[in-house]
Nanobody, 124 residues
Framework: QVQLVESGGGLVQAGGSLRLSCAAS????????MGWFRQAPGKEREFVAA????????YYADSVKGRFTISRDNAKNTQYLQMNSLAPEDTAVYYC?????????????????WGQGIQVTVTS
């Protein structure tokens, strides 16, 4: 049974930083491509970042490029999202997800397992 559990969310002022973690179990993590999505109230879920298995190639949404960094620790079966220079528009529920094999990276339908989500709130 695949489980993805996010942690590290919370309340932060604009300009601050947070690091999200996603602990994975029930899958071969080292070879699994992973991603982060977010959903703000009244908006569609949107792609944030992804990282491939193996080489760990990374992909970012334009809105977070240069501010967010996705990484993984295969020994801990955990992926991370370091978020710097946070802005109020980054406020959302953030989701960790496992990408399907042979899929793209940018759409929700590319992913088959999801965490429960964690709230990130950025105040101005």
């Amino acid at each position: 049974q695949v489980q993805l559990v996010e942690s590290g969310g919370g309340l932060v002022q604009a300009g601050g930083s947070l690091r999200l973690s996603c602990a994975a179990s029930g899958l071969t993590f080292s070879s699994s491509a992973m991603g982060w999505f977010r959903q703000a109230p009244g908006k569609e879920r949107e792609f944030v970042a992804a990282i491939s298995g193996g080489r760990g190639t990374t992909y970012y949404a334009d809105s977070v490029k240069g501010r967010f960094t996705i990484s993984r620790d295969n020994a801990k079966n955990t992926q991370y999202l370091q978020m710097n220079s946070l802005a109020p528009e980054d406020t959302a529920v953030y989701y960790c997800a496992r990408r399907k094999a042979y899929s793209g990276s940018y759409y929700s339908y590319d992913y088959d397992y999801w965490g429960q989500g964690i709230q990130v709130t950025v105040t101005s």
